[in-house]
């Protein structure tokens, strides 16, 4: 199984632009942190063996590992839980 592309920059719906986050939130921070994780090694490693796991699955294809970190991680600085 393939995982799905990632660009938070995708343009779509209504209204075309979905950048709707004050510079000093939260979700932006988180944003940053990963971004500068993506260089060291062991963001890369956990990476390749992420994609490993979920390459040859059936099924629609998995969401990225930046994506998923992205939201796990914006939901606990925020403090919001899930069940």
Known sequence: MTTKEYNKNIEFLLPM???YAEP???CLLVEKVI???KGTKRYKKELKK?????KFKPGP??????MMLTIIMVGVVDGIFSS
């Open 17 to 19: 632009k979905l950048n």
């Open 24 to 26: 000093s939130d939260n």
């Open 50 to 54: 992420y994609k490993k796991a979920h």
């Open 35 to 37: 971004d500068s994780m």
């Open 61 to 66: 294809s998995a969401y990225s590992m930046e």
